[in-house]
């Protein structure tokens, strides 16, 4: 019986058929851009252990991280969606942003920078080790190449 | 006629009330289903309850629950706790440690001369003796004592605990092992090289229930689909990344799905899921499958499970259950039952939700296959006889 996009036969459903439908389709929307985000840097903070293992997503998870580093500081439209004394609001609302952008920019541009050099010495580590593990691989191929055959 | 066979348990603590974890359970369950069969039955302990504090808050002494023999013994005092965190804390990061500092650690976490004394003057009276889990140093000293009689029934997982020197050796000087699942078995041969014809897999059996989602709905006003998780809260359980994917998850995805949760132990939700957990914390038995009958899935986000009862008696509830990938154990059973899923990241977690919440034909025929796996691998009958013909080899 098809039943969407899965089948249940007589002996029920083949869940490693749908666990690998679903990775094609992930892998599918990844390279779409569904998933590219703060959203996902967010919801893999707990994850980073387990990913590890997993050289690809931890790629795509990096991605994310540098797409979620740095924090919006700039001015935003400022509304209000109740219409009674809307334009009051709005300029209450503009008032105290300008105050408190003033006490927060410089908080949140520090914030900022600790962030993207969090970001960097990630990177660096990560550049670090494969270029350390490709250099190893050519070294163990190149002693491999001159023992003798058998 | 030849007398049953006598067989003892050692284990830190024993399973009563609410407060004791799986291996306990585990334990003393089999424990039981051997009193059953006319076998006679020793639980040797100690008095504590809490196994942070190892406090001896329970008489020492000797007294007879559901037909076994407890006897409590009091815990050692003096542990250097400083020495003994600072090594734990080293082999956490695996650091490397010698044997000596392996000792300090054991010499400081949860003894009893008591229970060692006991075990020297009576246990050549067992036929077999029953230890676990592997991670204590109570199992570690016991288990010297009278290794030909012993079998380790470990609760292994994949974990830096694993790779000691002094855990090895255990494993090795044991007469043989008593495994839940069969990952667990193959991590132990790949760890330590057992002899695998020295090994047998147990498990424990779930007891038949009858589940009633309605009442459970009507009870709590649950109209909304929810995911449930029941067990302890913490991050070694995977509690965060859990509260994390179903926030972003009812984010990304509009869905109003809630999450109910049973057990113990605090947890920090992000605000905006806050309202939508409805936590029950310790509940009884009939209250817990329930509540796992009326759930869309059970989502088990530990990686370090060596069986997990619960996923068990979810599908016993007729639920599918999502696992993570990570774990050996838990995609194990979902492979061989049909009965669930498991992830390795969020967007896959978000797939399989969503498939489990948009096709509820899915959603039974997964909580079917995986209530026959139970009922078929899992019935006491079926455990009953694995565990001995263990015993009797």
Redesign the interface.
């Known amino acids: 019986m098809s039943?969407?996009?899965?089948e249940?036969g007589a002996t029920?459903?083949?869940?490693?058929r749908?666990?690998a439908d679903?990775?094609e389709?992930?892998a599918a929307?990844?390279k779409a851009g569904?998933?590219v985000g703060a959203?996902?840097a967010?919801?893999?903070?707990?994850?980073l252990m387990?990913?590890k293992?997993?050289e690809n997503?931890f790629d795509f998870y990096m991605e994310s991280l540098r797409e979620a580093v740095y924090v919006d500081i700039n001015d935003f439209e400022i509304r209000e969606r109740r219409a009674m004394f809307a334009p009051l609001l709005v300029r209450l609302k503009k008032t105290i942003w300008s105050l408190l952008k003033f006490y927060t920019y410089r908080l949140w541009s520090q914030q900022n920078q600790v962030n993207g050099l969090l970001l960097s010495a990630t990177e660096e580590v990560d550049r670090k080790y494969r270029d350390q593990i490709k250099s190893l691989e050519a070294r163990l191929a190149k002693l491999e190449s001159k023992l003798p055959p058998g | 006629m030849a007398s049953p066979p006598h067989i003892a348990f050692v284990s830190p603590r024993f399973s009563e009330g609410p407060t004791v974890g799986g291996a306990e359970t585990l334990l003393r369950k089999l424990a039981e289903r051997l009193v059953s069969k006319g076998w006679q039955v020793d639980f040797l302990t100690t008095c504590a309850r809490n196994h942070f504090t190892w406090d001896n808050e329970i008489e020492p002494g000797e007294k007879v629950i559901e037909g076994i023999t407890v006897r409590h013994f009091p815990v050692d005092g003096g542990r250097d706790l400083t020495a003994f965190f600072d090594v734990q804390s080293r082999i956490s990061r695996s650091v490397k440690i010698t044997r000596d500092e392996e000792l300090i650690w054991h010499r400081n976490n949860v003894n009893s001369q008591a229970l060692y004394a006991y075990l020297r003057t009576e246990g050549h009276r067992y036929d077999k003796i029953i230890m676990g889990p592997y991670l204590f140093a109570l199992v570690y000293f016991a288990s010297q004592i009278h290794p030909e009689r012993t079998l380790l029934l470990p609760c292994l997982h994949d974990e830096c605990f694993s790779t000691l020197k002094t855990i090895r050796e255990m494993f090795l000087s044991v007469s043989g092992w008593l495994f839940n699942a069969e990952p667990e078995r193959d991590l132990a041969i790949k760890l330590y090289g057992l002899d695998p014809s020295r090994s047998d897999v147990v498990g424990m059996g779930i007891e038949a229930f009858t589940a009633n989602p309605d009442r459970f709905r009507q009870r709590h006003g649950l109209t909304a689909p929810y995911v449930i998780y029941s067990g302890r809260r913490e991050?070694m359980k995977?509690t965060?990344?859990l509260l994390?994917?179903l926030d972003?998850f009812r984010?990304?995805t509009g869905k109003d799905i809630k999450l109910v949760l049973t057990g113990s132990g605090p947890y920090d939700p992000p605000t905006r899921l806050a309202p939508h957990i409805l936590d029950l914390g310790f509940v009884t038995e009939q209250e817990k499958h329930d509540a796992m009958a009326g759930a869309a899935a059970f989502c088990h986000p530990s990686?370090n499970e060596s069986f997990s009862i619960v996923i068990l008696e979810s599908w016993l509830a007729g639920t599918p259950v999502l696992v993570?990938?990570?774990g050996e154990v838990m995609p194990f059973h979902?492979?061989k039952s049909?009965?669930?899923?498991?992830f390795?990241?969020?967007?896959?977690f978000e797939?399989?939700l969503s498939?489990l919440l948009?096709?509820p034909?899915?959603r039974t025929?997964?909580g079917?296959?995986g209530q026959r796996y139970v009922q078929d691998e899992y019935a006491w009958k079926t455990v009953e006889t694995r565990l001995m013909k263990a015993l009797l080899k």
């Open positions: 039943t969407g996009p899965f249940i029920g459903v083949d869940v490693e749908i666990n679903i990775r389709t992930v929307k990844m569904a998933y959203q996902l967010r919801a893999e903070r707990f994850n387990n990913l293992k997993d997503f | 991050p995977g965060p990344l994390d994917y972003i984010e990304r990686t993570h990938a990570a979902c492979r049909n009965g669930g899923l498991w390795r990241n969020y967007p896959e797939e399989q498939l948009d096709y034909e899915l025929a997964m079917v296959a």
